[in-house]
């Protein structure tokens, strides 16, 4: 929400870089640490940064608490990439699948706090099956379905404690209760946001009470998505929140109202390939290999095609938007309905597109170039990619 | 249009891979590679196939005409990992930034015949300025725009010829002509099949006489997609034909008409990892990571939304599709409108998805797990991403 003042870097400075290439602005990631940590802390709780987004140790180091950890991953190679890299509590938080179970206890016994998700009975026998066979003790947390977004089960539901005892008596370790409010990505206004916090949180605490009252400990009640970590007034009962995309953000959460286009911190930088001005359209060298073919903003009450295009130091051209993507073409053109002039771009020029969606992005990527006071400072790959 | 007769991996065969991971039938792939070149072989005219689809060394030696080329790539970085595995014969299909002018001439230094794409004056001049620069003969092709779809000067532009003679001076090669149209992708029938690679073959044909009439010799006329390479009746004057995804097939074909669904070489291997029974959805642990986001059969006839889905043995269940992605979650449903059944799929089961677009799906892989006769026979890499 916050408006940049950060020297901007100049044509000259990106010029040797090779496009498309992805940028990343350090001084807009740091603020967007530093925001939500400083949310979170009043209200008592820690995060426990989804690293899904960023997939970089270099930026993990700056997200996590401490060097190792606690942390969030979303495959069993992101939790072995970041063990190698030094962190040591890690939660998977997809459900597993039974034949990753031996991937997973093959990380803890090498001394990685690994805990896993499951949210239905045949896991929970598999775990416990797990657990038995190779007398090691699998914590697990018991996924809970806070929204109607996708996973987990409903809460009130007495499978909750049926798959906890099914996971005690095998000799794993049921650790408590986790949900995702992927549904605040639905919201329009701050109310709804709010409301979506504190809905999930709310949800979370109860079923975290009905193991309790079951006689189940219950030590960890882990809630989180970025929009809801943002607007959580309250977080009574709830031990961590996790978030991912709030590292980068993009123009999905500018458009739900976390946060404004100013703090989008990557960027793909693209060079102008050529023109046809009877269409009144720019051709770039930046399709959706680069952009990646996500169109989160579809949606959403300003369409922002395949992104937004700014000039080489970052600000926007009014109404200029990436109409179409192919595999190494993206077509530039005015939003529909804008009477905002066509820029003056001639080929070479370099621009800037911020992203939909800054996981799906990043993912197109293997390194960051990173952006300090208007120069490129590093460039920070991403870990390996696959699963 | 072919039916498929050969053996089907077991799901035993397949338990051992990870999932998600990305599966390529060769039987399939061999008999779409063969389909294109025995339709062409009468015609006259050698296939240059595009290497940006499989990105792999073993599938571009299955692909190619000789081992050293020829070869098309949309990106200098295919170019020069292909050039490493010996390819010779090269062209760069996106129109070219300046800035890149130098990695080009790099390749050709390094012995690689590559040839690169030009639409415009800009472009040209700072073609013939490095060929200046370097006392090179930089091999272009100029691009026309054979279909209102992209790049490429309009036929009949007296541009044209201003842009050969630039390249000209400069001491570059102006080696003729190339389109792509992009636009048969719109067809919906066999008739605007024909169509269009016959209008794509007409604008390209015509340009060239237009350079010819010029005094440029044009060697090269080059045309294709996949689709109009598979539907063209008469190439007179084309001296090539470009093509990429008929490789492996997808749903985007499928849905113009270009293939079968048992053509489709490749597919996503998932997981269920849970159900949501209220809702009729089985969760797999293949999200848009796995299958990328693109939605290319959102506007056919029939919306395949993420993928098809189909039994490990490659059947497609009736009617059940991926409806939603995250990340690395699936949602499976029934197709919208249709009364088939949900299968049965307990937690654990395996499933095969088919992609909308093989080259997006393919993009989010490191590597293709060979199907050969119901066997895992083989782990071909593809080449490093990036630009």
């Given at each position: 929400m916050s408006t940049s003042f950060e020297p901007s870097p100049t044509e000259s400075a990106l010029a040797p870089l090779p496009t498309p290439g992805l940028l990343l602005d350090q001084q807009r990631m740091d603020r967007n640490i530093a925001r939500l940590k400083q949310h979170l802390r009043p209200l008592g709780v820690g995060l426990r940064p989804h690293l899904k987004t960023s997939k970089s140790i270099d930026i993990?180091?700056?997200?996590?608490?401490?060097?190792?950890?606690?942390?969030?991953?979303?495959?069993?190679?992101?939790?072995?990439?970041?063990?190698?890299?030094?962190?040591k509590d890690i939660l998977y938080a997809v459900g597993i699948a039974?034949?990753?179970?031996?991937?997973?206890?093959?990380?803890?016994?090498?001394?990685?706090?690994?805990?896993i998700v499951v949210d239905n009975l045949?896991?929970?026998?598999?775990?416990?099956?797990?657990?038995?066979?190779?007398?090691?003790?699998?914590?697990?947390?018991?996924?809970?379905?806070?929204?109607?977004?996708?996973?987990?089960?409903?809460?009130?539901?007495?499978?909750?404690?049926?798959?906890?005892?099914?996971?005690?008596?095998?000799g794993a370790d049921p650790r408590g209760i986790m949900t995702h409010a992927g549904g605040s990505y639905d919201a329009r206004s701050e109310a709804q946001l709010v409301a979506a916090a504190e809905q999930e949180r709310a949800a979370a605490v109860q079923c975290a009470e009905q193991l309790r009252a079951a006689g189940f400990a219950s030590p960890v009640v882990s809630v989180g998505?970025?929009?809801?970590?943002?607007?959580?007034?309250?977080?009574?009962?709830?031990?961590?929140?996790?978030?991912?995309?709030?590292?980068?953000?993009?123009?999905?959460?500018?458009?739900?109202?976390?946060?404004?286009?100013?703090?989008?911190?990557?960027?793909?930088?693209?060079?102008?390939?050529?023109?046809?001005?009877?269409?009144?359209?720019?051709?770039?060298?930046?399709?959706?290999?680069a952009m990646s073919r996500d169109r989160g903003t579809a949606n959403q009450p300003v369409d922002q095609y395949y992104g937004l295009v700014c000039d080489p130091s970052g600000r926007p051209y009014p109404d200029l938007?990436?109409?179409?993507?192919?595999?190494?073409?993206?077509?530039?053109?005015?939003?529909?309905?804008?009477?905002?002039?066509?820029?003056?771009?001639?080929?070479?020029?370099?621009?800037?597109?911020?992203?939909?969606?800054?996981?799906?992005?990043?993912?197109?990527?293997?390194?960051?170039?990173?952006?300090?006071?208007?120069?490129?400072?590093?460039?920070w790959p991403r870990i390996a990619s696959g699963w």
């Open positions: 993990a180091q700056r997200l996590m608490a401490t060097p190792t950890g606690p942390a969030t991953v979303s495959t069993l190679k992101e939790a072995e990439e970041f063990a190698a890299a030094g962190v039974p034949a990753k179970l031996n991937r997973a206890v093959a990380l803890r016994n090498r001394g990685v706090d690994l805990s045949d896991q929970a026998k598999a775990v416990a099956a797990k657990c038995r066979e190779l007398g090691v003790k699998l914590p697990t947390l018991i996924e809970i379905d806070s929204d109607g977004h996708r996973a987990g089960i409903q809460p009130g539901d007495p499978l909750l404690v049926e798959i906890a005892r099914t996971l005690q008596e095998g998505s970025t929009p809801t970590a943002h607007f959580a007034r309250d977080l009574t009962g709830v031990t961590e929140v996790r978030a991912g995309v709030f590292v980068f953000f993009d123009l999905v959460m500018a458009g739900i109202g976390v946060c404004s286009i100013d703090d989008i911190a990557i960027s793909v930088l693209a060079s102008v390939i050529g023109h046809q001005p009877s269409k009144h359209q720019i051709l770039v060298d930046a399709g959706w290999m938007i990436m109409r179409q993507a192919n595999q190494e073409h993206g077509v530039l053109e005015i939003r529909p309905g804008s009477s905002a002039p066509l820029p003056d771009l001639p080929v070479g020029s370099l621009v800037r597109i911020l992203p939909n969606h800054a996981c799906a992005t990043a993912a197109q990527h293997t390194y960051y170039n990173v952006l300090s006071e208007g120069r490129v400072v590093a460039k």
